[in-house]
């Protein structure tokens, strides 16, 4: 089914065109909040509701150079001595106390007063730290997957990374406190230019094989040490790798990517090996190994399976690959000779259906291998054909994206009319802007034009999410060489959003059902917001016994509030949301499933529950009371949660699964 009418957003966005083109600030620096902030570079803010209290926290690590005479210089507890800090690693957990306010602890090299990790519940200091939030057992508290680099021969944990000083952590919430889980299968990636800024590798989460369970695809430059002549001898390959969650705690590498036949195949290099008794080449079933780029999970054609994107830098040169997810546990790298992608190294990809059409786009940024290495800002549009076929919008064309390389890409729609916005972090060559952080509306034709420039957070990284709780997107972020609240010369800012109008939570999915037609799988049915192609939607299925919770993305099953503010392209779209469905794994029992919408601004709707008992084959289901009220005017905008105050009219209320039509 396709729509051929405006979706509600999109008329907003019309309307609202000339006051989003002439904003002239976006984010508005609080020294204040900054100054609460310990100053640190060589870190990446990583932030998602660690302790459940329906705030965001975050954690980061890095180095400062704040000497004795700094407000962050550590005193020790017996002598009372204020101790120079330069250089050391750190780690620095900020815990919500209420929207916008935090209590922080910290780890400084070996001279916690506590003597371990206690003080940071068992979380490490780090240092050229990348990682993001997740929940990977299903137990409802975000664990952490953490890659960085030791420093100042400091070794974080025994038996964790090597004499070299790279390390990968797969930190387990226990509900308070931290501990390590197995990291025997991961690589330790080469972290010394791994933030984002510098783009060095990548990470993606979301459920390749629809098990219920999170997995995680990785891009880095691999490194291990090996006994040589001369001692430890560090080795470093590329390395495109999905890792499947095996649902007890450990993960294992796959090799399930079928490439483009040798002889047709343009980069053959590392997917193939030959076989002598056959006199042929054998695929090796891994995917293209690559490093300075990116790569990232989302559902491409709306089949229900996540396919995989990937570019940067190979062995044959830069690059661009996708994988069709085949629904079986394998993928098939597509032929993309004739279409339209460019590829591109020292890049970043983010998806997100940039044009509210139901299907996701493809966003990429980096350097063009052509002469003089223009800097890239390619939105290709989806087709919405099911077939790979993209439209490319390019900087070159006017789309009005300043391009850069080594970036850091955030979409999400930052002034709430609807449409995806561009945050960009990294260094352009259009009109001579070089580095920076770039806020780039989307308007109403397609294109995109910059807003604000924030300063480029060298040798760190920004992130950004609603920290306050007031539904706009702030953002924070660390680096090197600039002073603020006390610092000599490292720093963390903390930027207010501005844009608080506009701001509307989205309707929740109605008519929820769940069901199995065959043994082992359970499907969930549910009607999205019709008015709305661009909404995506969050899905979770609760074994009743066990308490293990599948969900998309981690949210609060009760409040409906993000945990996350990462992978949301894993979300299910469709432009057909009359007739949304959800299918996974799960073995007997009683379940209680839920589904919310998400809007392009992040805001986010309750769950609408259902439930259901699997046993053998045989099924019953029921529709879980919700009584949330909903009211629409006749052109699908909504009115709010009563019909009080409203003028005459014909209004739709929408009252749990009922829809009934009021006269006023």
């Not at 095996?246 to 040798?262: A, C, K, L, M, R």
């Amino acid at each position: 089914m396709k729509h051929s009418t405006l979706t509600n957003s999109l008329l907003i966005a019309m309307a609202l065109g000339a006051t989003a083109s002439a904003q002239a600030q976006v984010f508005q620096l609080n020294e204040e909040k900054s100054a609460e902030l310990s100053p640190v570079h060589r870190s990446t803010p990583i932030i998602g509701d660690v302790n459940n209290d329906g705030t965001p926290d975050f954690y980061y690590g890095g180095q400062g150079f704040e000497g004795a005479d700094s407000k962050w210089a550590w005193e020790d507890p017996e002598t009372k001595e204020k101790l120079d800090l330069n250089w050391l690693t750190s780690g620095y957990l900020y815990q919500s106390t209420a929207p916008g306010k935090w209590t922080w602890s910290r780890y400084i090299g070996a001279r916690s007063p506590e003597g371990d990790y206690s003080s940071l519940l068992g979380l490490p200091p780090s240092t050229f730290n990348y990682g993001r939030w997740l929940d990977f057992n299903n137990d409802g508290l975000l664990d952490l997957y953490l890659t960085g680099k030791n420093e100042m021969g400091f070794e974080p944990a025994e038996n964790v990374g090597d004499q070299k000083g790279f390390y990968t952590y797969l930190m387990k919430n226990e509900g308070g406190k931290f501990t390590f889980a197995d990291i025997s299968t991961f690589p330790t990636g080469d972290n010394e230019k791994n933030l984002p800024s510098m783009n060095n590798s990548s990470l993606s989460f979301g459920d390749y094989n629809n098990d219920g369970y999170t997995d995680i695809l990785i891009q880095c430059m691999k490194r291990w040490a090996e006994d040589g002549d001369d001692g430890r001898v560090m080795q470093y390959k590329r390395l495109l790798a999905l890792y499947k969650n095996n649902g007890d705690g450990t993960f294992t590498e796959q090799h399930v990517f079928n490439p483009i036949p040798y002889e047709q195949n343009p980069m053959p290099t590392d997917l193939f090996e030959a076989d002598v008794e056959s006199g042929t080449m054998k695929p090796t079933m891994i995917a293209k190994p690559m490093s300075h780029g990116a790569t990232i999970m989302g559902d491409l054609n709306n089949d229900g399976w996540l396919d995989i994107v990937a570019s940067g830098y190979s062995n044959d040169g830069p690059c661009f690959y996708i994988y069709k997810n085949n629904g079986d546990g394998t993928f098939q790298e597509l032929d993309l000779k004739g279409k339209a992608f460019v590829p591109v190294y020292e890049s970043d990809l983010a998806l997100a259906d940039v044009n509210n059409d139901g299907w996701l786009d493809i966003v990429s940024f980096g350097t063009d291998p052509t002469p003089n290495s223009p800097k890239r800002g390619d939105i290709f549009l989806n087709n919405c054909d099911g077939d790979f076929n993209f439209t490319l919008s390019s900087v070159d064309a006017g789309n009005g994206i300043y391009g850069s390389a080594e970036s850091t890409l955030r979409l999400v729609d930052i002034n709430h009319d609807g449409l995806v916005d561009i945050i960009d972090g990294g260094w352009t060559n259009v009109d001579n802007k070089q580095w920076g952080t770039r806020i780039q509306f989307q308007n109403p034709d397609g294109t995109f034009s910059l807003q604000q420039t924030l300063r480029h957070f060298d040798g760190g990284a920004y992130e950004v999410a609603d920290l306050n709780g007031d539904g706009a997107i702030d953002l924070i972020g660390d680096g090197y060489g600039f002073s603020i609240a006390g610092s000599n010369s490292t720093a963390y800012e903390y930027y207010d959003g501005l844009c608080t109008d506009n701001i509307q939570a989205p309707v929740a999915p109605t008519d929820v059902k769940a069901e199995s037609t065959e043994n082992g799988k359970l499907t969930v049915r549910f009607v999205g917001d019709e008015f709305e192609l661009g909404n995506a939607y969050n899905v979770y299925v609760k074994n009743k016994a066990t308490g293990a919770m599948s969900m998309i993305i981690p949210a609060d099953p009760v409040t409906g509030k993000l945990k996350v503010f990462h992978s949301l392209q894993a979300l299910l779209r469709s432009d057909n949301p009359a007739e949304m469905a959800y299918t996974i794994s799960v073995p007997d029992g009683d379940y209680e499933v839920g589904v919310q919408t998400v809007k392009n601004d992040w805001t986010a709707s309750e769950f609408t529950k259902a439930e259901i008992s699997i046993s053998s084959g045989i099924q019953s289901a029921q529709a879980v009371k919700d009584e949330t009220t909903t009211v629409y005017d006749v052109n699908g905008v909504y009115m709010g949660n009563t019909t009080e105050g409203l003028g005459r009219g014909i209004y739709i209320v929408k009252q749990g699964n009922k829809t009934t039509k009021v006269v006023k």
